[in-house]
């Protein structure tokens, strides 16, 4: 058994030993890691704040986003709106300009119909008069060819004369 339980000046080295290790270690080791800790802790830190700013502003970014989104879509409906308003606008213009083409057209043809109309008539009135002197001439040239023929007509025209 005595292997197994150490001796008394064995224990006081190793505890002497193991001190001198703690208080180098703690001169310099320690005061080094503690401070890489410290500065890791910082920049750890650090980094959480910035994320946590950033996240932040992601935020407030994606909300100036929607309200732009919002925006935009508000403008374009109200351009779409303005766009078929004067479409429509445009559109009973040109049907009304082509009404009153038309009636103007059907007007003037009307006009050019009753023009055409009266002048064809007036040369009918005219064929037709010509038409009648050349029989009355044909017929007066017949039947006063004889001397007796005309005292005849001109007996019966006094007699058809009222004498007042």
Excluded: C, Y
Excluded at 15 to 41: N, Y
Excluded at 44 to 59: G, N, P, R, V
Excluded at 70 to 84: F, S, T, V
Aim: no cysteine; net charge positive.
């Amino acid at each position: 058994m005595e292997l197994l339980t150490p001796g008394t000046g064995l224990i006081i080295w190793q505890a002497f030993v193991f001190l001198l290790l703690v208080i180098l270690l703690g001169r310099l080791a320690w005061k080094p890691i503690l401070g890489s800790l410290k500065e890791r802790e910082a920049s750890i830190q650090q980094a959480l704040d910035s994320a946590e700013k950033a996240k932040a502003e992601m935020a407030s970014l994606k909300s100036d986003n929607e309200k732009l989104l919002k925006e935009a879509r508000e403008e374009r409906d109200k351009i779409l709106r303005e766009a078929r308003e004067a479409a429509s606008r445009l559109h009973d213009q040109a049907q009304n300009d082509a009404r009153k083409n038309a009636d103007k057209i059907i007007e003037d043809a009307k006009a050019v119909i009753q023009t055409e109309k009266m002048a064809a008539l007036k040369e009918v009135k005219l064929q037709v008069a010509n038409f009648s002197l050349e029989v009355a001439e044909r017929l007066m040239k017949k039947n006063l060819a004889s001397d007796s023929a005309q005292r005849e007509l001109v007996n019966s025209i006094i007699k058809d004369l009222k004498l007042n």
